[in-house]
Structure formats: C-alpha cells, structure tokens
C-alpha cells in the first residue's frame, strides 16, 4: 500500500528543505520515512544536497551489483564497507533501493 502525501504537505517538505532543513530533520519532525520523503522530493523536482559526511569512492561492481540482486547486506560484507557507508553511496549515484524483501527483477 503506498501512502500518498498531502498536496499541501508536499509544498511544506520542498519549503523546509529548500530553506535548508535536511531529510533527517524532515524524517523526525513528519509521519513519513526517509525513503518517502526524499522520493517526494526528487518527484517535485527538488535537486538533493549532497550528504554531510564525505562517502569513499563508489567501489567498481557496487551498483551493478545491487541492481543485479544483492543486499545491502551483502555488498557491505564484499566491498568491506558498513551497511550506512554502502546505503549512502547507493544513494549519492542515484540508485532507487528497493523495499525489504523486494528482489531485482533483473
């Protein structure tokens, strides 16, 4: 079931980030997930600011490798990275996660 946001609320999260809210104060402050909000966002048009914490380089595989079927899980434990480390650079090249259980269909 996807739960859809107000159009009005909508309007209010593109405020509050682009005023300078980050999606970890939007996630606090709103009923939505992290997934959520920022995938409103990227749907209205709003270019994300890069993450505070600098990442390590995209090791070579890593996206292709999620977009072929691994976990989050997995790929840390192969590249020697931390789930975190591995999710934000997934994020930081654009790549759209799947939900828990969700398999490629690659």
Request: net charge positive.
């Amino acid at each position: 079931m996807t739960v859809e946001i107000d159009p009005a609320m909508v309007a209010e999260l593109v405020g509050q980030y682009t005023a300078g809210e980050t999606l970890e104060g939007l996630v606090a402050r709103y009923p939505f997930s992290y997934r959520k909000i920022r995938t409103t966002l990227i749907d209205e048009g709003v270019t994300l600011r890069p993450p505070k914490i600098p990442l390590p380089p995209t090791p070579p595989g890593l996206v292709n490798a999620y977009h072929y079927g691994q976990t989050i899980r997995q790929l840390a434990a192969s590249y020697g990275l931390s789930y975190n480390q591995t999710r934000n650079i997934l994020l930081a090249e654009g790549v759209q996660l799947r939900s828990r259980g969700q398999y490629s269909t690659r």
